[in-house]
Nanobody, 120 residues
Framework: VQLQASGGGLVQAGGSLRLSCAAPERTFSTYIMAWFRQAPGKEREYVAFVDYDRKKYYSESAKGRFTISTEAAKNTMFLEMNSLKPEDTAVYYC???????????????WGQGTLVTVSS
């Protein structure tokens, strides 16, 4: 499964960005879909994911500010990010996995990452 993340860039604190993740057909009906991020010098952390039952989960840092969504017709997953903070600066990765535990362990399928830089 090849995933292609895009949409990163430089934004001022308080601004918004929408990340996209292009995926092959039927990916969203086959896998758990997730966004992770890795800030410089820090470990990778999860941001949000959509489970098999289409329920959405968010990290504490993402709750209320970020929204994960999938558009099956376009084979694209999105991460809408609002009220961005400098601490949101990171490389953001989209991922598809057969289980949440496998994704957390870094297995299954990962996009190449897109850099988000939030200036203060």
């Amino acid at each position: 499964v090849q995933l292609q993340a895009s949409g990163g860039g430089l934004v001022q604190a308080g601004g918004s960005l929408r990340l996209s993740c292009a995926a092959p057909e039927r990916t969203f009906s086959t896998y758990i879909m997730a966004w992770f991020r890795q800030a410089p010098g820090k470990e990778r952390e999860y941001v949000a994911f959509v489970d098999y039952d289409r329920k959405k989960y968010y990290s504490e840092s993402a709750k209320g500010r970020f929204t994960i969504s999938t558009e099956a017709a376009k084979n694209t997953m999105f991460l809408e990010m609002n009220s961005l903070k400098p601490e949101d600066t990171a490389v953001y990765y989209c991922a598809a996995g057969s289980s949440w535990s496998r994704l957390q362990a870094g297995f299954d399928y990962w996009g190449q990452g897109t850099l988000v830089t939030v200036s203060s």
